[in-house]
Nanobody, 116 residues
């Protein structure tokens, strides 16, 4: 059973940085697709950044050039470095894992709040 535990959220001023972590157990990061999604109240959850098993990364247009997704395969942890944060980045950020059969697992989420 895959389990995802996010951490690293918090309150930061606009222009600041945060790094989110998603600790993965029950699966190996290097062989599965995984990503960061975010959601604000009243809106659908949207993709922020993803990384495939072969290392291909994809970013939402709104975060390109500011966010970097990466994997620490030693610690089996997914990371999201967020720089130059904007108020519109305020959301709950979720880690999502998809296994080889298409089964999706979500983490519990971590709140990111950017003050302007």
């Amino acid at each position: 059973q895959v389990q995802l535990v996010e951490s690293g959220g918090g309150l930061v001023q606009a222009g600041g940085s945060l790094r989110l972590s998603c600790a993965v157990s029950g699966a190996f990061l290097s062989v599965n697709d995984i990503g960061w999604y975010r959601q604000t109240p009243g809106k659908q959850r949207e993709v922020a950044a993803t990384i495939t098993a072969d290392g291909t990364t994809n970013y939402a247009d709104s975060v390109k050039g500011r966010f970097t997704i990466s994997r620490d395969t030693v610690k089996n942890t997914l990371l999201l470095q967020m720089n130059n944060l904007k108020s519109e980045d305020t959301a709950v950020y979720y880690c999502r894992h998809t296994n080889g059969w298409g089964y999706v697992t979500w983490g519990q989420g971590t709140q990111v709040t950017v003050s302007s």
